[in-house]
């Protein structure tokens, strides 16, 4: 540097704005994170050059946000937090965003990489790059202000490209300070050409699908997470109804097609598993949620037997095929190159399947239907799971734009199963791990995503995971309303302990807690609910006036069941009591 005139005549900048001008060049406007040595400044620097800020209490729903705003719009989404126990935080989303094919990238800030190196107990020293390395899809770390453009644009490719997933982007304290001439720092950023290619899927490989599915006496099509994330909602629709095949969705593939659609096979699922002859995944995975495709699920003698069915599964990764039973048919591609090559294979004289397989699909689902509508109508006192989600049901159908985010076990499995979905992507919920704690960070990340009303279904455990973030929802003046169903515990709340100790039993609360109180610390709307009738009323209102509301809806304590519908997985002690 030399006198004070040519500093004034060479512009610099530094890596703090080439981090910002990176992110925003590739179209990223929001940041999902929680400022603190060594990115506050950049949290400051960020939202003055108009990006969005989300500050949330915990970095883990921060994270969770990031991922599922990376879900609803094929952006990755990105979370920033600092150093050791920040990015620690943060790190249980990326893995679960990597596992659930979730684009997002967590940015943490980290410490001098020298002290780091030789271990010589720097503040919050870590090597996280090695840490995020087996949990994410890449990691990256960036050393010069001069690589940040690539660093960024590598990142981004790495999160969307293929099978979406998580990416871990390291920036040491030291170069967020760095700087460099402003022309030379421009010109090293890269704008990110065509993130995610289409990949066309072989000629041979669709006639193979094509051919085994025109031999189908009882053809089946399941719908994965995948599949709503691809966004050909047309052309999965038309796949569906040129071919008169039943489907059934996954979780939060429910409302790609509307739940009511005719050829829902839903209703059915434990009859349509076993009894398909030839089934198509699109974008489904052959894991524990579909009992990986194998056992008395699936017709299977024993629990690891093969019902005899063939499979074609359309995949964007080539790998997949072959994950747990022998797939007849792979069709590797993004979904919509693959439905459209399908839907043109197909053509307009395809033969709907057998009358008699859609006949007895039909029968099964009526009856299960009109028991369900049976259910639905009673009104006990306490409430249960079912007159409360008879509510739900209603306002979700009256409110089809809302979004729908769902934990919890009982409070889970219940609302899969009885609250319709009209469109795509409105279902948000635990997905591959079945983990608790993403219900406020879907949450927030819904709202601010789309704009829309977000309804939050939460079991009373699976609420207190990321509870804080009520005070977010209050500050960003959310249109969220959260629906804590309070059985008093994990389950239910009936437990007692069998010594007759003062402690109580490991999946008890504290009964009767007003869930509703915690809003209200913080100017929202907070709703004790204990009839139908009045959690209905509360409803409606948090979506008329758009306010952060909390409802604690009390729910019959004894109502529900281990570990909602898979009890089965919990391991049974050998030792007689
Ligand atoms: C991160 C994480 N920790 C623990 C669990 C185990 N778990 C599964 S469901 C659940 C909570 C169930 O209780 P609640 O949310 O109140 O739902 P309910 O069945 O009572 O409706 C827990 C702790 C998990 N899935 N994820
Ligand atoms: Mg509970």
């Known amino acids: 540097?030399?006198?004070?005139?040519?500093?004034?005549?060479?512009?610099?900048?530094d890596g703090f704005h080439l981090v910002i001008d990176a992110l925003k060049l590739n179209g990223i406007d929001t940041i999902f994170g929680l400022p603190g040595i060594p990115i506050t400044d950049f949290t400051r620097m960020a939202q003055a050059a108009g990006l969005r800020v989300i500050s949330f209490r915990h970095e883990q729903n921060a994270g969770n946000a990031a991922a599922i705003a990376g879900f609803m719009t094929q952006k990755p989404g990105i979370c920033l937090t600092v150093s050791a126990p920040g990015f620690l935080n943060g790190l249980t989303a990326l893995a679960n965003a990597t596992t659930n094919c979730f684009p997002m990238i967590l940015i943490s800030g980290s410490s001098e990489r020298e002290i780091v190196d030789l271990q010589q107990g720097d503040y919050e020293e870590m090597d996280q790059l090695a840490i995020a390395k087996p949990l994410s899809k890449a990691a990256f770390r960036v050393l010069h202000a001069e690589d940040i453009g690539v660093g960024v644009a590598r990142a981004i490719r790495a999160a969307l490209s293929g099978r979406p997933g998580g990416v871990y982007l390291d920036?040491?304290?030291?170069?967020?300070?760095q700087t460099m001439d402003a022309e030379a720092g421009k010109k090293s950023l890269i704008k990110v050409i065509d993130p995610a290619p289409k990949q066309i899927p072989g000629a041979d490989a669709v006639k193979r699908a094509l051919d085994l599915l025109k031999g189908a006496k009882k053809p089946l099509i399941v719908l994965g997470k995948g599949a709503a994330y691809a966004q050909a909602d047309a052309e999965i629709k038309s796949l569906i109804e040129k071919t008169g095949i039943p489907y059934l969705p996954m979780s939060m593939a429910k409302g790609l097609l509307p739940d009511t659609h005719e050829q829902s096979a839903a209703a059915a699922r434990s009859y349509v598993l076993p009894e398909g002859d030839v089934v198509m995944l699109v974008g489904a995975r052959l894991n524990w949620l579909l009992s990986h495709g194998k056992g008395k699920t699936w017709g299977g003698k024993g629990h690891k037997d093969w019902?005899?069915?063939?499979?074609?599964?359309?995949?964007?990764?080539?790998?997949?095929?072959?994950?747990?039973?022998?797939?007849?048919?792979?069709?590797?591609?993004?979904?919509?190159?693959?439905?459209?090559?399908?839907?043109?294979?197909?053509?307009?004289?395809?033969v709907k399947p057998p009358a008699d397989w859609l006949g007895a699909i039909a029968e099964r689902k009526n009856k299960n239907v009109a028991k369900m509508a049976e259910t639905l109508a009673k009104d006990p006192r306490p409430m249960n799971f079912h007159s409360a989600l008879n509510v739900v049901r209603d306002i979700v159908k009256a409110n089809p734009e809302a979004i729908l985010v769902n934990e919890g076990a009982n409070a889970l499995d219940f609302t899969r199963s009885i609250v319709d979905m009209y469109k795509p992507r409105k279902r948000l919920d635990v997905g591959t791990w079945g983990v608790m704690g993403i219900g406020m960070g879907f949450s927030v990340a819904a709202a601010v995503v789309s704009g829309q009303p977000v309804i939050a279904i939460e079991g009373d455990s699976a609420f207190g995971f990321s509870g804080m973030?009520?005070?977010?929802?209050?500050?960003?003046?959310?249109?969220?309303?959260?629906?804590?169903?309070?059985?008093n515990g994990v389950y239910r709340g009936t437990d007692v302990n069998p010594t007759g100790g003062p402690d109580v039993a490991p999946t008890v609360f504290v009964k009767g807690a007003r869930y509703d109180k915690l809003i209200e610390a913080f100017g929202g709307v907070g709703v004790h609910a204990t009839t139908p009738a009045e959690l209905r009323k509360a409803m409606e209102e948090a979506i008329r006036s758009r306010k952060p509301t909390l409802i604690n809806a009390v729910i019959d304590e004894t109502a529900g069941t281990e570990s909602g519908r898979i009890t089965s997985l919990n391991p049974t002690s050998g030792k007689k009591k």
């Open 469 to 487: 973030e009520v005070e977010t929802l209050c500050r960003y003046n959310l249109p969220v309303c959260v629906v804590v169903f309070n059985n």
């Open 171 to 177: 920036l040491p304290a030291k170069l967020f300070a």
């Open 307 to 350: 019902g005899g069915q063939k499979f074609i599964q359309i995949d964007i990764s080539p790998q997949e095929a072959d994950s747990n039973v022998r797939i007849d048919a792979p069709v590797v591609g993004d979904i919509g190159s693959c439905v459209s090559a399908l839907l043109a294979g197909i053509g307009s004289n395809w």
């Open 1 to 13: 540097m030399g006198t004070v005139e040519s500093q004034i005549a060479t512009q610099v900048t």
